[in-house]
């Protein structure tokens, strides 16, 4: 007895799951993006029957990891099982189809028959007029007709093809009329198929035991890999006494096949925990070894991650107090030991296709020194450089960022939190009011002969004019060669009050400059050598 009951137990659980499969689909209710990836939270409600069924949700990523999946249920419901598929093909799929296109799909149906019907009557009309012209001529070229009987044959050919041409202007109108009407319903399947809701491939296939029939939430969460954010900078700077106008913004890209509508958005710094196995220790041994070289700092990475997290609270305490920008009270800073997480609270609308999407965090006013920069040697430009102090409380990640300096746009730096000095130097961009030319001095210059020596004079001055209306700083750099060979003499003749680093031959002025003023500079050195000699790069 108990084994029939099994049995018949098994044999209902088999024709459940033999069942019409019940189809929903999920929305996206919030994201968190991390570098490299996102983890979705969805939602979704469905009517469920007592007893097993199986659950296709629509509308998840189109790839996922399916190790990562979680799905939220009441207490009546029983997860059995969860698969991941982007390939899902059912017969029953097509009772989800929206009434109104089916009704557009089979009225194309019929135009299209009816389109043939036409086009196969209009052709055998046609068949027939051209036998016709060949019987004439055959008829014509026959001298066994008499007069009456060739009168008549010309009259029946007449008529009939009279009647063909007639029937086939009449198809032909027909014909374009039904091909006004496919047309037609192209376009309105075409409006129909826009208004349904964007679906992907993916699909999450659910096995599960509902205690009592009704309605069910499901909650559902996993990670994707198809998305992604950055940070980025709007830097704006008035004049060389104001501080920097920070816009501290993030680029979001995600390309998981869903569009998310409408959902609440958290950026985080840190990696997605995609290990569900608990970590075991092993005994640590120390070794000499190879350290490899990944092409950015480690250590200065971990450092720029844990100084995130110890300042925040900084800013936490700035919201407090209602000392921070608009944009920035929208924007709540989360930390942990290595990550910091920009929780928005305005809806963002992400779409699913791989474009650059724009989303403001913060507004920061960054107090700066400036000053200007210029190695004339190389670049007859001058550079504006501004010194930020104690700039780990601003939360700031590695990123490109945009100048815009006196209202015009100068360019893009980077912003480099990594580094280990106390003051984060950004680069502002060239400032074409500050002119610099460096020129040859050829009545200081020249060559000459000494015994076995040749020696050769080199002479430079370095003009210097600021056209703004107030006074800059002026860091100045240019140099002299050094020599290698005991063969090779050099002299620094003049200097110009520059300050000497003897190894490098480096040469640093440190200059105020006044507006409208103009400075000139002069360096000069001598260079010696074996007169039966060349040096390539004098």
Known sequence: MKNILLLLSLLVSGLAFAQKPIFTSA???????????????????????????????KNVADY???NTIQIGAPSTVTILSVQFTNNYISEYEIDESNPIIKKVRDSIVLVKAAISKVINERTSHSKTIELLDKNQNVAGQN?????????????????????????????????????????????????????????????LILQVMNEVAGSVNLDINYVTNNATWSPFYDLRAENVKDPINMMYKAQVMQNTGIDWKKIKLTLSSGNPNQN????????????????????YDQNARMNVIQSLAEKADGYQDKKAKGEVSSISDYTTIQENQLNVSFDIDIPYDILSNGKVHSVALKEIKLPASYKYYAAPRVEKEAFLLAEINDYSKYNLLPGEANII???????????????????????????????????????????????????????????????????????????????????????LKDKDGAKVNTETGILTWELDLKPNETRKIRISYIVKYPKNKIIGNL
């Open 143 to 203: 001298s066994g007709l008499n007069v009456s009987e060739l009168i008549k044959l010309v009259a029946y050919y007449q008529s009939k093809r009279t009647e063909l041409s007639d029937s086939v202007n009449v198809l032909y109108e027909r014909e374009n009329k039904l091909n006004e009407k496919l047309s037609k319903l192209n376009a309105k399947l075409e409006i129909n198929a826009k208004k349904e809701e964007k679906t992907s491939t993916g699909k």
């Open 405 to 491: 300096f006196e209202g015009l746009y100068v360019g893009k730096t980077t912003i480099n939190p990594g580094q280990t000095s106390d003051t984060l130097n950004l680069s502002m961009g060239r400032d074409k009011k500050v002119s610099i030319k460096r020129e040859k001095v050829v009545e200081k210059s020249g060559t000459r002969f000494l015994s076995s020596k040749k020696e050769q004079t080199f002479t430079y001055d370095i003009t210097l004019r600021n056209n703004k209306k107030e006074t800059i700083r002026m860091l100045l750099k240019d140099q002299y060669p050094i020599s290698t060979d005991k063969e090779i003499e050099v002299e």
């Open 276 to 295: 569900n196995q608990a970590p075991v220790l092993s005994s640590w041994f120390l070794r000499y070894g190879y350290v490899p070289n990944y092409g």
């Open 27 to 57: 929305k996206v209710k919030s994201a968190t993006v991390y570098f490299s990836a996102a983890e979705l939270s969805q939602t979704t409600s469905v009517n469920l029957p007592s007893g097993t069924s199986e659950v296709v949700v």
């Open 64 to 66: 996922l990891n399916e």
